[in-house]
């Protein structure tokens, strides 16, 4: 059974490494912005690129599923 599900196993698997990253590199930024006392515009700035680069691999991941739906991949 678990050489069935290999493929599935390692997308689940590698999807949980990009959200852990993703949260761990915003609480690592969080606590130097507030060591560092860095305006809130500038807090805002950080947090709005790192959305983006988030939001890059969400819709990578969107893409990606509807094209194998499709045929396309």
Same mark, same amino acid.
């Given at each position: @059974?678990l050489?069935?599900h290999?493929?599935?196993? %390692? &997308? =689940?698997?590698?999807?949980?490494?990009?959200?852990?990253?993703f949260v761990? =590199?915003?609480?690592? =930024?969080h606590d $130097? @912005?507030?060591? !560092?006392?860095?305006? &809130? @515009?500038?807090?805002y700035?950080?947090?709005?690129?790192?959305?983006?680069g988030?939001?890059?691999? $969400?819709?990578k991941?969107v893409?990606?599923f509807i094209? %194998? !739906?499709q045929?396309?991949?």
């Amino acid at each position: @059974m678990l050489a069935e599900h290999f493929a599935l196993i %390692e &997308k =689940i698997g590698l999807n949980l490494f990009f959200v852990f990253i993703f949260v761990f =590199i915003g609480l690592s =930024i969080h606590d $130097i @912005m507030k060591k !560092n006392d860095v305006p &809130k @515009m500038g807090q805002y700035v950080v947090y709005f690129v790192l959305f983006l680069g988030c939001a890059g691999f $969400i819709a990578k991941g969107v893409i990606q599923f509807i094209w %194998e !739906n499709q045929g396309l991949g």
